[in-house]
């Protein structure tokens, strides 16, 4: 059975940092790309970053320089680390598992940055 569970998130005042987890199962993970998504308010939901099998990493122009994505496959799970946290960075954020034609999805983790 495939399982994403992520977990990590929470509210954080502007300027902050969370580190968001994406735990895998069912599936061998270090085939797959891995992505985080998140869908803000009122958004359509939005690719952030991606981490290939082969560990190169592409963001999203918002939120690079202050997003990290990485991935341990002896632990299959993917990692999102934020710093310097916006209010419009405020969303669930979730992760994909993906190896044509399989995709597979977490059930999300809300990020609220308020003051």
């Known amino acids: 059975q495939v399982q994403l569970v992520e977990s990590g998130g929470g509210l954080v005042q502007p300027g902050g940092s969370l580190r968001l987890s994406c735990a895998a199962s069912?599936?061998?993970?270090?085939?797959?790309?891995m992505n985080w998504y998140r869908q803000g308010p009122g958004k359509e939901r939005e690719l952030v970053a991606t981490?290939?099998?082969?560990?190169?990493?592409v963001y999203v122009d918002s939120v690079k320089g202050r997003f990290t994505i990485s991935r341990d496959n002896a632990k299959n799970t993917v990692y999102l680390e934020m710093n310097s946290l916006k209010p419009e960075d405020t969303a669930v954020y979730y992760c994909?598992?993906?190896?044509?034609?399989?995709?597979?999805w977490g059930q999300g983790t809300q990020v609220t940055v308020s003051s």
């Open positions: 069912g599936f061998t993970f270090s085939r797959y790309t």
């Open positions: 981490i290939s099998s082969a560990f190169s990493v």
């Open positions: 994909r598992a993906y190896d044509r034609p399989n995709a597979y």
